[in-house]
């Protein structure tokens, strides 16, 4: 047996220690959480694999480690396909007030239903573990340009990234839970107060957990008020507002016309 090149993502749901201790006596929690990891096997293809999965695919799961893996010469589309579900997953985990954080990284391992191991896997727990302290999941540059190449190979155009990720201030790329899901290539949102409710939900997880001194716990949210605040930034400009009038988004634009951008200090 060899390894084989895949790509990998490592997916780590934050403080579950906590979140775990807060089910011991709470039964509806206990379900809610249950609901949760349903919806996790559901999204990432476990228990009911979608046509657009590719078949190289495989994910494992134990405790609040997710490993997703695919042979990208099976399907270059899984990776935009990918992307998209996690993405998805961070808006939906939100709404149940759970982050989450990893790393995507390509190279050599083996993943089959049981068991799963290779440099490719350390390398996206490394990126995990020391680069996505702060609730996101990123892929550095370099994943970016593998993606690129094999589009060229392949001669599709289509797998446009830049609608599912922004590049953050120390050059990883990280899927943007914020500005980018509001966008109709994402598919996340069905409509414009969907994703209104969702920006409104982040603000009440931002300013809550601001309120926690520890300076671990606050730079972690406080990356997260600067992603919110620079997406509050951008569309309340007085072009993005006019856009908003012409293309009819009333909703979008009663809501940037008012909302203000997060304020707090250590």
């Known amino acids: 047996m060899n390894y084989e090149n895949r790509i990998v993502a490592f997916i780590d749901i934050l403080a579950f220690a906590n979140i775990i201790k807060d089910t011991v006596d709470d039964e509806q929690f206990i379900t809610e959480l249950y609901r949760v990891f349903e919806r996790i096997r559901y999204l990432m293809g476990v228990s009911e694999p979608s046509d657009d999965v590719a078949e190289s ?3 494992s799961q134990f405790s609040d480690s997710i490993f997703i893996s695919f042979n990208p010469e099976d399907e270059i589309k899984e990776f935009k396909y990918l992307l998209g579900e996690l993405l998805h997953l961070h808006v939906e985990l939100a709404q149940h007030e759970i982050l989450i954080r990893g790393g995507i990284s390509y190279g050599p391992m083996i ?3 049981e068991i799963i191991f290779g440099p490719a896997l350390i390398q996206a727990y490394r990126i995990e573990n020391n680069a996505a302290n702060s609730p996101r999941i990123i892929l550095p540059q370099s994943l970016y340009k593998i993606d690129s190449e094999f589009n060229e190979l392949v001669g599709d155009k289509s797998n446009d990234l830049d ?3 922004s ?3 120390d050059d990883f790329y990280y899927l943007d839970y ?3 899901c509001q966008k109709a290539e994402s598919g996340i949102f069905t409509s414009d107060d969907e994703y209104i409710e969702h920006m ?3 603000r009440k997880i931002i300013t809550k957990g601001l309120e926690n001194k ?3 716990i606050y730079s972690k949210y406080g990356w997260m008020k600067s992603k919110w605040n620079k997406t509050i930034k951008k569309y309340t400009t007085a072009k993005e507002l006019e856009k908003m009038k012409l293309d009819g988004a ?3 634009y009663d809501y940037f016309a008012d909302v203000k951008p997060i304020v707090t200090s250590m």
């Open 214 to 216: 520890e300076p671990g």
């Open 57 to 59: 695919r495989r994910v």
């Open 167 to 169: 590049l953050d201030e």
């Open 250 to 252: 009333k909703g979008l």
């Open 178 to 180: 914020f500005d980018k």
């Open 111 to 113: 993943h089959t239903n």
């Open 163 to 165: 609608n599912l990720i």
């Open 200 to 202: 409104e939900r982040m």
